[in-house]
């Protein structure tokens, strides 16, 4: 990860959350969300479902498990899809690394 | 349109209301889809015919799903770019200590539909009060916004108008208001009341002001019977949607269609509805249906319908509700000769022969209405 490894955790060991008060919406399976900068960003059906995902499970490892599960695909295939995706959302300002102080509480 | 394309979208508009109305889902042949899907997106359906494919109500090919979703796509881009907006000029407003109101668009959205996605939006409706009209304009001008149109007098806005609209550098719309509809109803209407009735509403990390349930019905139900004719079915499909909420209280309804005049607008509204997408709220019904409207409201009322609209109605109709002979004056001065600057913005160019033009559509309006 290039945007999310501000800190020296593996990238697996990440906490992730959405930014606060984003603004979106559902298309189908899709999502669009309004990035802080204006920019509207389409998530596909399996990114929407990714993004949802991350609700549930904030620890990067236990998001690519859970996706492996649900996928029935090697966690060494989703690990490199999930960080790339991860790493495009930060880029756009949509999630942010949970800190460490907000981990534990 | 044909009635059948008509029908077409309306059974979309209704979906979700009540019981179908047919159990066969809607399906639309090939060669009348250009024509469906241009309607769907003209009203603002794109949402709710996609709820419907999805609760099998409406039977699509693979491409008339595609074409389906990319125009909901878009119309889901506007809506957030329309929703951050609100979101935005609300702060101003309320930052500069000017008391604001947003309506419709995102408020309905977010609290009365099952899912925001149904009712997309295209501009951005906010409430001032008059005594601050022309300090919103300044904080609007502030956030980016030019406003499309001058008043056609100085003074007009605040003494015989609904509000101006403004236009952003990125094409968003801003219609500021002072009422909520122009016209006699709008004149007729306490507008200051209205901000005794409104609730929080929290949309991403922010909060925004907008009409409670019951001015939020009484609102729509303007909109519904006064605005575009036919009706807009989205429009319509919002009065079901905040009739039916269970959140409208409706002795607070009655109290301000006697008071505001309104009795016959709301009775048209609710008729449309019921014409249209064949679930009204019984409620509504039970508290609107025996209420009499007076003379004028329905004189009024018939102003702003077809023929009576395109010929003057609703101009003739403002001037029989102004109060005084000199504030009649004004505003006959003021729409038989407004300034240079409005006449150039509206037409496109002043002077005498832009002048002409104005008064010779006018007598357009004394010439007989041709029979059906």
């Known amino acids: ?105 | 349109m044909t009635t059948d394309g008509r029908q077409v979208t309306a059974r979309l508009a209704a979906h979700g209301l009540g019981p179908p109305t047919s159990a066969r889902p809607v399906s639309v042949p090939a060669e009348q889809w250009p024509a469906i899907l241009r309607e769907l997106d003209h009203e603002r359906l794109t949402g709710l015919a996609l709820a419907a494919v999805t609760d099998g109500a409406f039977d699509v090919t693979g491409h008339q799903a595609a074409e389906l979703v990319a125009r909901q796509r878009a119309w889901m881009d506007a809506s957030l770019r329309r929703e951050h907006e609100s979101l935005r000029l609300f702060r101003g407003l309320t930052d500069a200590g000017l008391p604001a109101v947003v309506l419709k668009g995102p408020t309905i959205a977010h609290r009365y539909y099952p899912d925001p996605a149904w009712r997309p939006f295209r501009d951005v409706d906010i409430l001032v009060r008059g005594r601050d009209w022309a300090r919103a304009c300044e904080v609007v001008r502030s956030l980016g916004y030019r406003r499309c149109r001058p008043e056609p007098r100085p003074g007009f806005d605040v003494r015989f108008g609904k509000g101006a609209l403004h236009r952003s550098a990125q094409d968003i719309e801003l219609d500021l208001h002072r009422t909520l509809v122009v016209g006699p109803f709008g004149l007729w209407m306490d507008p200051d009341e209205l901000f005794e009735s409104t609730t929080r509403l929290a949309v991403g990390a922010a909060e925004l002001t907008c009409l409670d349930t019951t001015a939020t019905f009484v609102h729509v139900a303007m909109h519904a019977a006064l605005g575009a004719s036919p009706s807009n079915l989205l429009v319509l499909r919002d009065l079901a949607q905040v009739g039916a909420s269970g959140e409208v209280e409706w002795d607070r309804v009655v109290d301000w269609t006697r008071r505001w005049r309104l009795v016959a607008v709301v009775q048209h509204a609710l008729q449309l509805v019921e014409a249209e997408l064949g679930h009204v709220p019984a409620a509504a019904v039970r508290a609107i249906a025996r209420l009499r409207p007076r003379t004028g409201e329905r004189r009024a009322l018939r102003a702003h319908l077809p023929p009576a609209r395109a010929r003057g109605g609703p101009a003739r109709a403002t001037l029989r509700a102004i109060r005084g002979p000199s504030s009649k004056a004004a505003y006959v001065r003021a729409m038989a000769t407004p300034s240079h600057d409005f006449l150039v913005a509206r037409q496109g160019h002043g002077g005498l022969s832009a002048y002409a033009r104005r008064w010779g559509h006018a007598a357009t309006w004394l010439s007989p209405v041709p029979r059906r």
């Open chain 1, 1 to 105: 990860m290039t945007v999310l490894t501000r800190t020296r955790a593996h990238p697996t060991e990440l906490r992730v959350r959405h930014a606060p008060g984003l603004l979106s919406r559902r298309v189908l399976d899709e999502l669009l969300v309004m990035a802080p900068s204006g920019d509207v960003v389409l998530l596909s059906d399996s990114a929407a479902h990714v993004w949802r995902t991350l609700e549930v499970h904030d620890r990067v490892i236990d998001l690519i498990e859970h996706l492996s599960r649900v996928y029935g695909a090697p966690t060494s295939q989703i690990a490199s899809d999930v960080t790339a995706l991860l790493n495009g959302l930060a880029r756009h300002g949509l999630v942010v690394e949970v800190s460490a102080r907000e981990a534990t509480t």
